[in-house]
T-cell receptor, first 111, second 115 residues
């Protein structure tokens, strides 16, 4: 699996939007971009994934650069419950691949 | 739906001992993956079981072994424990469907401390 690069940590205020960046310059044409997050004392949980087009779901939005070498996870209104480590992960097209986690970005949310 | 469950939640062992961790997948799932998460690090893939066979394996020694039962539940066994095996062990379940980006659902993990 191709590697991703994320900032170690980011800070946000409650109810403000948060943009979490991820660089994946060696992504292949068939790699999907997945985001998981891990809340304190819990296992990781799925957030969103996409291939080329921007994606929205009830948790977040995923903006993918036109060249696919970077992506941004957008939390539209951060809450204290969004404080977690966010992982950007690439998975091949088959879906059989397991998840290769990096260190992720620790998001701190202040009231 | 109970989601993915793991037992025990915490465990303390001494070097050289053996340990067995257990995982029950989310209802309807047939694939179980195990991950090791050291403090301050992201989870690292150990192996994946499907149809009672090990399908993929990460870079872990043979001291780490597993099993999947006909009801899809799984065990992770670690022999000859080392201090470095102290970590959070996570189980994730999913549905094996070719060509689909299936979500992996994680349990809360088992915290293993080796003294």
């Amino acid at each position: 699996d191709a590697k991703t690069t994320q900032p170690n940590s980011m800070e946000s205020n409650e109810e403000e939007p948060v943009h979490l960046p991820c660089n994946h310059s060696t992504i292949s044409g068939t790699d999907y971009i997945h985001w998981y997050r891990q809340l304190p004392s819990q296992g990781p949980e799925y957030v969103i994934h996409g291939l080329t087009s921007n994606v929205n779901n009830r948790m977040a939005s995923l903006a993918i650069a036109e060249d696919r070498k970077s992506s941004t996870l957008i939390l539209h209104r951060a809450t204290l419950r969004d404080a977690a480590v966010y992982y950007c992960i690439l998975r091949d097209w088959s879906g059989y691949s397991t998840l290769t986690f990096g260190k992720g970005t620790m998001l701190l949310v202040s009231p | 739906d109970a989601g993915v469950t793991q037992s025990p939640t915490h465990l303390i062992k001494t070097r050289g001992q053996q340990v067995t961790l257990r995982c029950s997948p989310k209802s309807g799932h047939d694939t179980v993956s195990w991950y090791q998460q050291a403090l301050g690090q992201g989870p690292q893939f150990i192996f994946q079981y499907y149809e009672e066979e090990e399908r993929q394996r990460g870079n872990f020694p043979d001291r780490f072994s597993g099993h999947q039962f006909p009801n899809y539940s799984s065990e992770l066994n670690v022999n000859a424990l080392l201090l470095g095996d102290s970590a959070l062990y996570l189980c994730a379940s999913s549905l094996m469907r070719q060509g689909y980006q299936e979500t992996q659902y994680f349990g809360p993990g088992t915290r293993l401390l080796v003294l």
